[in-house]
Structure formats: C-alpha cells, structure tokens
C-alpha cells in the first residue's frame, strides 16, 4: 500500500489580488502518477506553480509531513521537488551537459552526480549524441527530453510536469510519456502530470484529477475517470 507523499487541504493561490485557485484538496501517494485535468485557464499549471512556492498561497500543502506554504521556491526543491515548466525551460545558451550539471545544483555528491548524469544519457541516448550541443539549437523533443532530466538531476521524490507534449509530433510524444513511465518505475519518482492531451495521460496515470475554474470537481483512478460519461464527452471526444 503506497504512502501519502503530499497532501493539499483548502489551497488557494493568487496572482497579485486575482485569486486563480479556491479550496483545492487532493493528495499524491508516493511512486504513483497522478494526472490533473482540464481546459485552458482551469488552474492546472497554477496549482504547479503553487506546489513550488512560485505564487502567493493559502492553505495548506504538506510534503513528507512538513509545510511548504511561505517557504521559497529554493527551499521546496531542496525539499526533493523539481518542477518542469510549460515551455521546457532550459538554458538555450548553454550545452547539454551543462544543463544537466545546473539541474544538480543543490547536491554536492560529485561522484554520484556523475552516475546520474550517466543514467540520463542511458534513459534519453540522443542527448548523449549531443552532450556538447547548445540546448536551443535542440529539437522540440529532444529540448523536453533535456527539461525532464535535468529535473532527474536533482533526484526530487515528486516530479511536477507541466504539458510534456506541448509543440511536439505524435511519435515523439509517445515517446516522451513512455520515458516517463520508465522512469516513474526504475526510479520510484512519484510524478503529478499536467496534460492537454486527457487520453493519452489517462493511459499512463494511476489518479486523475479534473479541474475547472480553480477547482477540484472530479476525482478518482484514471480508469474510473476514462469511463466517466462527462469526462468522455468533453475531454476525451468520444
């Protein structure tokens, strides 16, 4: 039976005096991913942003047990939370590797960071081909191949991703979502997904959430929430 690894109770956020989340509640049990649902400008990535401390919070966000809310984003990731962003993130202007070595950066165990560095070519070989390569001359896919490992580098307990398949061919999305299962279960790494993409996110997630306008309005196993007759109309197309 997995454990309880975050808890969120009454969770607002806010951006400036806009209030953009209104007493969300769920929780992630550990090595499991999770899915958040949605349309656009439901509150998925804002409710990212809130875990990692990026916008002014309420309520209450409890990871391992300890409170996140008014710690700093700094804090939260040396807390084992690496946040993938929307837009992937990396440093264009800098190599692959370097990239790699900055996702690192709260770790001081040399040896072991070499190994993991290892472990990410041995899970994406195509950014070993291009250890040497600045990040933004990267194609679309290989750029979210970059993003996800270097989160890896930091060995976070709860991975935040935020839409892995944004601008990115079929193919290669499969690809990408088929990695993160990999991982999730080499690793252990418990995953929160945020995904246009419902169908396909459902195949790989073991909960699901479905927001609308800030708020939790449905909850369950994501083969409970595919076979959801809502669900399947809106999201889903069939």
Known sequence: MS?????????SAFYGQFQVLHGVDFSLRQGEITTLLGANG??????????????????????????????????????????VPDGRGTFTGLTVEENLRLGAYVRRDRAAIAEDMEKMY?????????????AGTLSGG????????????????LLLMDEP???????????????????????????????????????????????????????GTAEAIKQDDNVRKAYLGY
């Open 3 to 11: 454990t309880e690894l975050l808890k969120v109770h009454n969770l």
């Open 42 to 83: 439901a509150g998925k990535t804002s409710t990212l942003r809130a875990l990692s401390q990026m916008i002014r919070t309420q309520g209450r966000i409890e990871f391992e047990g300890s409170s996140l809310v008014g710690q700093s984003t700094e804090a939260v990731t040396r807390c084992g939370i690496a946040h």
């Open 122 to 134: 041995g899970y994406f070989p195509r950014l070993k081909e291009r250890r040497a390569q600045q």
């Open 142 to 157: 290989e750029q979210q191949m970059l993003a996800i490992s270097r989160a890896l580098m930091l060995r976070p307990k």
């Open 165 to 219: 398949s944004f601008g990115l061919a079929p193919m290669v999305v499969r690809e990408i979502f088929e990695l993160i299962r990999r991982i999730n279960r080499a690793e252990k790494t418990t995953i929160l997904l945020v995904e246009q993409n419902a169908a396909l996110t459902l195949e790989f997630a073991t909960h699901a959430y479905l927001m609308e306008t800030g708020r939790i309005v449905l909850s």
